[in-house]
């Protein structure tokens, strides 16, 4: 289960959809703690049901022929009895399920001081920290507070309950034997069959608090998988829609169905165009994209239209939350509430690192800059960049504004996020789940080629300035909190070295520089420029310019909801070599 839900989870970024638009509580103690319970409880329940039903069909033939007004007494009694537990106890469903909620919430809030220790730190916030933490506490306590007192409402009812019918037996009994119409050893025999029966009617009775446990459990889950279902079944609409108009989709079964809700506001249509690696195309085009934020509460921009071209690298500059991120997100396929399409020209991986060897070749600029930045650049060229056998060559790359360290080696934090699936295969440590099988799990981005050897790894790492690292932290496999470990800056170099790594077609960078100083930043985009990929970068820094040919500039419209937008071509006096000059 815990396989089939993380597929789900991570299929069509459902992941990150569930986050941004707040969708639902603590994702990750329904996949940990609520599939535990849920497998746990659900096998204890079917077992004491079975055993249950055994135990009646043995002793109720045996009360039955001792007196069977007994029996009848005992079914109406065990009725009654289930009638006012569901009565008493119904609002304990409710409150399992707050309690999950609650104490999730709690945990989740000491992940992220733990996450966020040195901001914290730095800020002294630690007395408005304890006092947040101790707020989602005493909600946990608060409404644990209301379920044990329905729980003890609840256990009074079942003490008395299984208490008051003991007499009956013996009422009834007793008699008979004073009568001589029954052996001494049959009370003792009716007492036996009338505990069993009556535990075995009782079941619900006695099994209610764990039952409401089970069915909050029960109710959080199927939440869960209604949301991923539905995230997923619009995902496959989305997909097979490829910008027809919904009314050309056929009306078939639960995907039309949703289809027809979830269109009801018009979405960007994304399509990736296949291309031969003879013709000469575009990388990218936007065609009248106006753009909302994820539940349209909010115009970003309108009918925006823009085309890049291989090396016309693009810069998106204006004011903060003017939808710079936003453009990228919408490019990256994240955020699709609006209407326009946007083309992405995608061809054959391995044409494509063809071709970037072939273009491979740098300006008298660029490589005045690389000797004056690193001078690693003779080995770059000859080992790594021109070598496409051993390089991955995706489509798109993003770089987001905060770099993403995974938890691994040094690595793997290279290799992030390709390669991924090769490691899968040659990691024994899954051995000791054989139930797992690779075709559920998502696929990891397609690579063509070798992954790089060590050596590759650590010329890129240089390229990035960072070569420091191998003698600093013990090797490509050395493993520690990286976050934590470097600095943002480098934790950027990091990042493009990702970049330089996977070679793409477009990369889409999101003030991927922001932490670093002007030296630095001209390797890295010099580095960029050298490799062949094009890229698009979002930046406030007047310095980013000399990189790019087109700048597409967001500006208030003033008066009005949203921001306009201008196109313009980057002129000569942009270049490096008049700005030297
Ligand atoms: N998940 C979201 N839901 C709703 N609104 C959002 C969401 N994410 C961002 N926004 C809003 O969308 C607007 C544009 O955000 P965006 O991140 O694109 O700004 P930006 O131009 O990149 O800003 P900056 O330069 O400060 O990074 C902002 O007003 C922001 O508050």
Request: charged residues 20%; negative net charge; proline residues 3%.
């Given at each position: 289960?815990?396989?089939?839900?993380?597929?789900?989870?991570?299929?069509?970024?459902?992941?990150?959809?569930?986050?941004?638009?707040?969708?639902?509580?603590?994702?990750?103690?329904?996949?940990?703690?609520?599939?535990?319970?849920?497998?746990?409880?659900?096998?204890?329940?079917?077992?004491?049901?079975?055993?249950?039903?055994?135990?009646?069909?043995?002793?109720?033939?045996?009360?039955?022929?001792?007196?069977?007004?007994?029996?009848?007494?005992?079914?109406?009694?065990?009725?009654?009895?289930?009638?006012?537990?569901?009565?008493?106890?119904?609002?304990?469903?409710?409150?399992?399920?707050?309690?999950?909620?609650?104490?999730?919430?709690?945990?989740?809030?000491?992940?992220?001081?733990?996450?966020?220790?040195?901001?914290?730190?730095?800020?002294?916030?630690?007395?408005?920290?304890?006092?947040?933490?101790?707020?989602?506490?005493?909600?946990?306590?608060?409404?644990?507070?209301?379920?044990?007192?329905?729980?003890?409402?609840?256990?009074?009812?079942?003490?008395?309950?299984?208490?008051?019918?003991?007499?009956?037996?013996?009422?009834?009994?007793?008699?008979?034997?004073?009568?001589?119409?029954?052996?001494?050893?049959?009370?003792?025999?009716?007492?036996?069959?009338?505990?069993?029966?009556?535990?075995?009617?009782?079941?619900?009775?006695?099994?209610?608090?764990?039952?409401?446990?089970?069915?909050?459990?029960?109710?959080?889950?199927?939440?869960?998988?209604?949301?991923?279902?539905?995230?997923?079944?619009?995902?496959?609409?989305?997909?097979?829609?490829?910008?027809?108009?919904?009314?050309?989709?056929?009306?078939?079964?639960?995907?039309?169905?949703?289809?027809?809700?979830?269109?009801?506001?018009?979405r960007i249509s994304l399509?990736?165009?296949?291309?031969?690696?003879?013709?000469?195309?575009?990388?990218l085009?936007l065609?009248?994209v106006t753009l909302y934020t994820p539940?349209?509460?909010?115009?970003l921009f309108?009918?925006l239209?823009?085309?890049?071209?291989?090396?016309?690298?693009?810069?998106?500059?204006?004011?903060?939350?003017?939808g710079k991120t936003s453009l990228l997100r919408a490019i990256a396929g994240l955020w699709r509430s609006g209407s326009g399409a946007i083309?992405r020209?995608?061809?054959?991986?391995?044409?494509?690192?063809?071709?970037?060897?072939?273009?491979?070749?740098?300006?008298?600029?660029?490589?005045?800059?690389?000797?004056?930045?690193?001078?690693?650049?003779?080995?770059?060229?000859?080992?790594?960049?021109?070598?496409?056998?051993?390089?991955?060559?995706?489509?798109?790359?993003?770089?987001?504004?905060?770099?993403?360290?995974?938890?691994?080696?040094?690595?793997?934090?290279?290799?992030?996020?390709?390669?991924?699936?090769?490691?899968?295969?040659?990691?024994?440590?899954?051995?000791?789940?054989?139930?797992?099988?690779?075709?559920?799990?998502?696929?990891?981005?397609?690579?063509?080629?070798?992954?790089?050897?060590?050596?590759?790894?650590?010329?890129?790492?240089?390229?990035?300035?960072?070569?420091?690292?191998?003698?600093?932290?013990?090797?490509?496999?050395?493993?520690?909190?990286?976050?934590?470990?470097?600095?943002?800056?480098?934790?950027?170099?990091?990042?493009?070295?990702?970049?330089?790594?996977?070679?793409?077609?477009?990369?889409l960078?999101?003030?991927?520089?922001?932490?670093?100083?002007?030296?630095?930043?001209?390797?890295?985009?010099?580095?960029?420029?050298?490799?062949?990929?094009?890229?698009i970068?979002?930046?406030?820094?007047?310095?980013?310019?000399?990189?790019?040919?087109?700048?597409?500039?967001?500006?208030?419209?003033?008066?009005?909801?949203?921001?306009?937008?201008?196109?313009?071509?980057?002129?000569?006096?942009?270049?490096?070599?008049?700005?030297?000059?």
């Amino acid at each position: 289960m815990t396989t089939q839900y993380l597929d789900k989870y991570f299929e069509n970024r459902t992941f990150y959809n569930i986050q941004s638009q707040s969708m639902i509580d603590n994702p990750d103690q329904r996949i940990v703690d609520d599939l535990n319970n849920f497998s746990g409880s659900a096998l204890g329940f079917a077992l004491a049901l079975f055993n249950a039903t055994i135990n009646l069909i043995s002793f109720s033939g045996i009360l039955y022929g001792i007196y069977p007004p007994l029996f009848f007494v005992l079914l109406v009694y065990s009725i009654g009895g289930t009638a006012i537990s569901v009565l008493l106890g119904k609002n304990l469903v409710g409150l399992n399920f707050m309690q999950e909620k609650k104490e999730a919430d709690f945990r989740y809030g000491l992940v992220r001081v733990r996450e966020n220790a040195e901001s914290i730190a730095f800020y002294g916030g630690e007395a408005s920290e304890i006092q947040l933490l101790l707020q989602r506490f005493k909600q946990s306590f608060d409404n644990y507070t209301q379920l044990l007192i329905a729980s003890r409402n609840l256990d009074f009812f079942t003490s008395f309950y299984r208490y008051l019918i003991q007499l009956l037996p013996a009422a009834v009994v007793a008699p008979l034997y004073f009568a001589g119409k029954i052996e001494f050893g049959v009370i003792n025999q009716s007492f036996s069959a009338f505990n069993n029966v009556l535990s075995d009617f009782s079941i619900i009775v006695y099994q209610f608090q764990s039952l409401s446990a089970f069915s909050a459990v029960v109710d959080r889950l199927g939440e869960f998988t209604d949301i991923l279902d539905e995230q997923n079944a619009l995902s496959q609409v989305a997909f097979q829609n490829g910008g027809l108009p919904t009314d050309q989709l056929e009306p078939d079964g639960i995907v039309a169905s949703l289809t027809l809700a979830s269109t009801a506001k018009s979405r960007i249509s994304l399509v990736d165009v296949e291309v031969s690696s003879s013709a000469s195309h575009p990388l990218l085009a936007l065609e009248n994209v106006t753009l909302y934020t994820p539940q349209y509460s909010m115009s970003l921009f309108k009918e925006l239209s823009l085309v890049v071209n291989k090396g016309e690298n693009l810069l998106i500059m204006g004011a903060s939350g003017s939808g710079k991120t936003s453009l990228l997100r919408a490019i990256a396929g994240l955020w699709r509430s609006g209407s326009g399409a946007i083309k992405r020209y995608v061809k054959n991986s391995v044409e494509g690192g063809e071709e970037n060897n072939r273009e491979g070749g740098a300006s008298q600029i660029r490589n005045e800059e690389v000797v004056e930045s690193g001078g690693v650049q003779d080995k770059i060229n000859g080992a790594l960049l021109q070598d496409p056998e051993s390089m991955g060559s995706g489509e798109v790359f993003f770089l987001p504004q905060r770099p993403y360290m995974v938890l691994g080696t040094l690595r793997q934090q290279l290799l992030y996020p390709r390669w991924s699936e090769e490691e899968a295969s040659t990691d024994t440590s899954n051995g000791s789940l054989p139930f797992i099988s690779k075709q559920n799990h998502i696929k990891s981005k397609a690579v063509q080629g070798l992954p790089p050897n060590d050596d590759q790894l650590v010329q890129v790492l240089e390229r990035v300035r960072l070569g420091h690292l191998m003698d600093r932290c013990d090797g490509l496999d050395s493993n520690v909190e990286w976050a934590s470990v470097l600095s943002l800056g480098e934790q950027q170099r990091l990042a493009f070295a990702r970049l330089l790594l996977s070679r793409p077609q477009l990369a889409l960078m999101d003030e991927s520089t922001s932490a670093l100083d002007e030296s630095n930043e001209v390797s890295m985009y010099t580095a960029l420029q050298e490799s062949g990929v094009t890229f698009i970068s979002v930046g406030h820094r007047s310095s980013l310019r000399r990189f790019h040919k087109i700048i597409l500039q967001f500006e208030e419209a003033k008066g009005s909801s949203g921001t306009t937008w201008t196109l313009s071509r980057l002129t000569e006096a942009d270049s490096p070599a008049r700005r030297t000059g």
